[in-house]
């Protein structure tokens, strides 16, 4: 029986082969995938789909009623807003009824 240091030499050959391998079947595939991408001319969506990411919309917070503009509230304000009383623009959001949830406060029995 082989000793436990020449295992490990032959463990260490043996990932060596293993890795030369893998380098070269690695760098045929490759060439292979390239001939076939220029021969039928695919597009790299073609090859690796991918979507892109929807950027999240942020809802506006101000209306102008006299232009109809808008404004998030993020960023510089606008020319219509800028110094004035922003709460006058705001655009008012119904909270919606959370019903199980108490509407009164008060009641410690809420209609169910």
């Given at each position: 029986?082989?000793?436990?240091?020449?295992?490990?030499a032959?463990?260490?050959?043996?990932?060596?082969?293993?890795?030369?391998?893998?380098?070269?079947?690695?760098?045929?595939?490759?060439?292979?995938?390239?001939?076939?991408?220029?021969?039928?001319?695919?597009?790299?969506?073609?090859?690796?789909?991918?979507?892109?990411?929807?950027?999240?919309?942020?809802?506006?917070?101000?209306?102008?009623?006299?232009?109809?503009?808008?404004?998030?509230?993020?960023?510089?304000?606008?020319?219509?807003?800028?110094?004035?009383?922003?709460?006058?623009?705001?655009i008012?959001?119904?909270?919606?009824?959370?019903?199980?949830?108490?509407?009164?406060?008060?009641?410690?029995?809420?209609?169910?």
């Amino acid at each position: 029986m082989p000793s436990y240091q020449e295992l490990i030499a032959q463990k260490n050959a043996l990932d060596k082969r293993i890795e030369e391998a893998r380098h070269t079947e690695a760098k045929e595939a490759l060439a292979t995938v390239k001939q076939l991408i220029a021969t039928f001319g695919f597009t790299a969506q073609q090859v690796f789909p991918w979507k892109p990411e929807e950027k999240k919309k942020v809802e506006a917070r101000y209306y102008d009623p006299e232009s109809g503009a808008t404004w998030t509230g993020r960023g510089k304000p606008p020319k219509w807003i800028e110094g004035k009383d922003r709460s006058q623009y705001e655009i008012k959001v119904e909270t919606p009824v959370e019903y199980s949830a108490p509407r009164d406060a008060s009641n410690p029995f809420p209609v169910q």
